[in-house]
């Protein structure tokens, strides 16, 4: 198993579920983050948004995606805000969907969190308990 199988499978489901803390509080919310080249999922937000602070305070998120077949994969990891534009273009070229919502990854309203993966999971439909893909 690798992570090209992770990879398909976020490009597939096309929406993830982030999972953050807010004091004792889970907060999850629908996102379209990507897999960048180099493993770390890629996803774009509002700089007014909750999670940012709550990304601050806790980096610790989980993030689930479901395809259409009900399999599903879990990464867990540490989240942060990143300025790097290299990595902005690279989720801008990825992400189609962010063009309704920004005007390119200048834009200043485009917030970057970059998720470092510690540990991933999947479930295909059918499995009795979850597969740990290799992160490399």
Same mark, same amino acid.
């Given at each position: 198993m690798s992570l090209d199988i992770i990879r398909q499978m976020?490009?597939?489901? *096309?929406? *993830?579920?982030?999972?953050?803390c807010d004091a004792?509080? &889970?907060?999850?919310r629908?996102?379209?983050p990507v897999m960048g080249d180099d493993g770390r999922l890629l996803a774009a937000t509002f700089p007014s948004t909750k999670?940012? *602070?709550q990304?601050?305070?806790?980096p610790k998120v989980e993030v689930c995606?479901?395809?259409?077949?009900l399999s599903h994969c879990r990464i867990e990891g540490k989240a942060s805000v990143s300025q790097d534009q290299a990595l902005k273009e690279e989720l801008w070229n990825k992400q189609m969907m962010l063009r309704q919502f920004f005007s390119g990854p200048?834009? &200043?309203?485009?917030?970057?969190?970059?998720?470092?993966p510690s540990r991933i999971s999947l479930m295909n439909i059918g499995d009795k308990g979850y597969t740990e893909v290799p992160l490399a």
């Open positions: 976020i490009f597939e489901a *096309g929406m *993830g579920y982030l999972a953050t004792d509080q &889970p907060r999850v629908a996102m379209m999670k940012i *602070g990304i601050a305070k806790n995606f479901v395809d259409r077949k200048e834009d &200043p309203a485009f917030i970057l969190i970059v998720i470092v």
